[in-house]
């Protein structure tokens, strides 16, 4: 089971990026998908996640409007879409999977088993 997140970079405040968190190994339609920062100094804190029907999508509040979370499991890969960026935003994204069929995702770290490597994301004010 691999994960391999990209689509990171520098961008100036109020662009967008699109990351995306692509699997290996295994097909994705029967798991969850979080994406998750971790910012400088500061915890790993959850962003978005998606169950594995997509029926269910969970923005934390801060990027709520801003960021959707997407899948598309023919390409075994979900999208985490970043438009509005803030400075705030600035953090090593990663993308994290567990199996659950059905309409559940959850929003904590240790609900999820298989981690992707990360990607920078830099926004510049």
């Known amino acids: 089971v691999q994960l391999q997140a990209s689509g990171g970079g520098l961008v100036q405040a109020g662009g967008s990026l699109r990351l995306s968190c692509a699997a290996s190994?295994?097909?994705?339609?029967?798991?969850?998908i979080g994406w998750f920062r971790q910012a400088p100094g500061k915890e790993r804190e959850g962003v978005s996640c998606?169950?594995?029907?997509?029926?269910?999508?969970i923005h934390e509040d801060s990027v709520k409007g801003r960021f959707t979370i997407s899948r598309n499991n023919a390409k075994n890969t979900v999208y985490l879409q970043m438009n509005s960026l803030k400075p705030e935003d600035t953090a090593v994204y990663y993308c994290?999977?567990?199996?659950?069929?059905?309409?559940?995702?959850?929003?904590?770290?240790?609900?999820?088993?298989?981690w992707g490597q990360g990607t920078q994301v830099t926004v510049s004010s």
């Open positions: 994290a999977t567990t199996y659950y069929h059905g309409s559940y995702c959850g929003a904590l770290a240790n609900e999820y088993d298989y």
């Open positions: 190994g295994f097909t994705l339609d029967y798991y969850a």
């Open positions: 998606i169950s594995s029907s997509g029926k269910t999508r």
